[in-house]
């Protein structure tokens, strides 16, 4: 299979050979890995039971997809990525802020999976072969696992598409397993001295909503794109490919949250998640944790590690993709070393998630509203300008830069960093919501009713007919 040469180029009508059912294996085959089931080992952590724990997932899960899943059709009408595609409202260079907010999403995720994947395996090939579980055991683990997905990432969109396919299938199969080698050990109450993390249910359970239900739709308000720009639209409807998304997400967030959720729940799995469910595990389970953790791992951190080098690419639009995917495998597998022997998984996994969103969610309602606004109809040579060294076109603006909605998402993110509660740092405005952490709702209500005034009545039109020609940039 020959490495893929696109970056954040327009693909072109003939390459976009893709459709619905690819879209839904892929959001569903690279979901199925612990560095999404650790999620669902979030609720318990916080003290909540089994049932607060799946309503809580389920609840924001479905606040998430209903409000990521339109994005998808940003880049089915582009033909590009979503950070790319966002010039149309950010400007062609402002677009940058969407490159930088799907970096930070892709690298944290990125860590994350390999940092817990790795642990588990080494946890398991610990018991299985007696290798000790070291700092210099897990590094080496850490580096295998990154190696592989930088060569999966640097395939492209083709072999992801394939590894998706088989891990749809192969992953069910390896936790629907779990579910009878975990259930002697099965209760619905939360681990042993547990109390509620924020001292009383509601805000628990409200926090639990975010950090393990709504997070996971929102990691992809960047990377839908990554995948429908391959989906043609003059032969799959906008319906299809919304609903298509929306199914994908998901069953492919539900299925591997609540595995997470059950086996928390069965190992006691309070303050760390990784040793007790290895601990718990028996004997003849270890070997298909083994591969879960090894296939899963490789399969999402892949999928993530192309978006990165996607948004590098965008960044620097000298750099290759394979270069800049390369670059940002090693920069997140640094973070995978820091935050193995540096941090506490509960509070780095919280901390990221609700900041990340709060910045990431008002980027994504203004690409939204300038989606309804332009009834899905865009100049995908105009949103290549930055990419080309050029300037010009109907998305220039001023100096390439749409500065009502750059500001719009400076005050929206910033209102939201003020609303947000983690285990590092609480923000001024949570005594005006009781304690509650309602950055993701503030942040995207302030982004949105900014941008929406600010450009009230100066809206684009949604088809221009004329197009300002481009000029060469001096390099």
């Known amino acids: 299979m020959p490495i893929e040469q696109r970056g954040v180029d327009t693909i072109p009508e003939e390459e976009r050979t893709s459709g619905p059912r690819d879209l839904i294996s892929i959001l569903l085959g690279s979901n199925l890995c612990l560095g999404v089931i650790v999620f669902g080992w979030l609720p318990p952590s916080f003290g909540l039971g089994l049932w607060p724990s799946v309503t809580a997932i389920v609840t924001g899960t479905l606040v998430g997809i209903a409000f990521t899943a339109p994005l998808a059709l940003v880049s ?38 390999l940092w817990i994947g790795g642990d588990v395996m080494v946890g398991a090939l610990s018991r299985l072969t007696g290798l000790p579980d070291t700092g210099v055991s897990r590094a080496v683990m850490y580096g295998v696992l990154a190696a592989c997905t930088v060569v999966a990432a640097v395939f492209g969109y083709r072999l992801l598409l394939r590894m998706s396919k088989v891990l749809s299938i192969g992953m069910v199969l390896l936790l629907a397993v779990g579910v009878f080698a975990y259930a002697p050990d099965f209760t619905t109450a939360a681990p042993p001295d547990t109390a509620y993390l924020l001292g009383s249910f509601w805000p628990t359970w409200l926090l639990a909503a975010v950090a393990a239900g709504l997070s996971g739709p929102v990691a992809f308000i960047t990377l839908l794109g990554d995948y429908t720009r391959y989906i043609s639209p003059r032969r799959h409807s906008s319906r299809k490919v919304l609903w298509s998304t929306g199914l994908g997400l998901l069953v492919g967030l539900l299925i591997p949250q609540l595995f997470g959720t059950y086996t928390a729940l069965a190992a006691r799995a309070g303050a760390e998640y990784a040793g007790p469910l290895v601990d718990a595990a028996p004997f003849w389970y270890l070997v298909p944790l083994l591969v879960a953790a090894a296939a899963g791992s490789v399969g999402n951190a ?162 221009p007919a004329e197009q300002a020609a481009e000029e060469p940039v001096a390099a």
């Open 76 to 113: 089915l009408r582009t033909g590009t990525n979503l950070s790319t595609s966002s010039g149309a409202q950010f400007g062609v260079r402002g677009r940058l802020v969407g490159s930088v907010v799907g970096l930070l999403l892709s690298l944290g995720y990125t860590a994350l999976t």
């Open 302 to 463: 892949g999928l993530m590690l192309y978006s990165m080098g996607l948004d590098l690419d965008a960044i620097v639009p000298k750099a290759t993709r394979t270069t800049a995917t390369v670059i940002a495998a090693a920069v997140a597998t640094a973070f995978v070393f820091v935050g193995s022997f540096e941090w506490d998984v509960q509070a780095a996994m919280t901390s990221f998630v609700l900041v990340l969103t709060a910045i990431g969610t008002p980027w994504a309602v203004i690409t939204l509203i300038g989606y309804v606004r332009c009834r899905g109809r865009y100049d995908a040579e105009a949103l290549q300008v930055f990419n080309r060294r050029s300037k010009g076109g109907v998305y220039w603006f001023r100096g390439g830069w749409n500065v009502p909605a750059t500001l719009s998402w400076a005050v929206g993110a910033g209102v939201g960093l003020l609303a947000v509660t983690t285990p590092f740092y609480e923000g001024p405005l949570l005594a005006l919501t009781g304690g509650v952490d309602c950055s993701f709702v503030l942040s995207g209500l302030t982004g949105g009713l900014v941008y929406t005034a600010l450009t009230a009545r100066t809206a684009p039109d949604p088809a």
